[in-house]
Structure formats: C-alpha cells, structure tokens
C-alpha cells in the first residue's frame, strides 16, 4: 500500500511541474502564431469597383497577388471600399494590379495588425 501512495504522490509532483513547465515555456507553435499576426496588414482602398460583374473580373486577379490572405469589396458604399488583409502587404503593388485591371483605386488607411474580419 505505502509503494502507490509513494507512485501517486510522484505522479502528482510530476503533473505539477508539467503545469509549470507549459506556463513557462509555451509550445513553439504559440510563438510562431504570434510573430504571425505582428506582420499581419489591414489596407483599405477606395476604388471604383461598383458592380457584380467588377468584382467578378478583379477575383482572379487579387487571388493571385501573392500575401494577400483575404479581401472583401463594399460595393454598397459610397468609395466601393477594398479591404485587404494578408502578410507583408505592399499597398502600392496592390494598386498597380487593380489599375493594369483598368480600375481606379486609392489608398485610405493602412492597419498594423490584423484579425480574421476585414
């Protein structure tokens, strides 16, 4: 009897420094998920994107742009804002690719960290 009271007992002191070990050095994958989101960019452009049939032709083309994670277009606004989200974004490479598409676009706004929500 006293040899598993003995077992537990280390079992226990053993789970507690696990404990503690996890709070002091959380997993590697915590850390790359915040050094992630550091670079994470948020940039809104105001364009002249106004009808379904646009925002058809310009799909493909912003799928392509590499960093770009997502994007959304507003055409019910008055600027038919972009928002675009992704990693080390370059806002005038985004605007180069949306006026070779023959549309006008601006920068508004630059975020620096950005969430899943445009």
Request: glycine share 6%.
């Amino acid at each position: 009897m006293e040899s598993f009271i003995y077992v537990q007992d280390n079992i226990d002191y053993c789970k507690a420094g696990l404990k503690l070990y996890k709070q002091l050095f959380p997993p590697l994958w915590v850390l790359k998920v915040v050094s992630k989101r550091k670079k994470m960019k948020i940039l809104k452009f105001k364009t002249n994107i106004s009808t379904q049939e646009q925002i058809a032709l310009i799909t493909p083309i912003l799928d392509q742009v590499e960093g770009i994670s997502k994007w959304d277009i507003d055409p019910d606004s008055n600027d038919n804002i972009l928002s675009v989200s992704g990693e080390n974004l370059n806002p005038q490479k985004v605007e180069n690719v949306i006026q070779k598409a023959g549309f006008k676009v601006e920068v508004l706004r630059i975020l620096g960290i950005a969430g899943e929500s445009l």
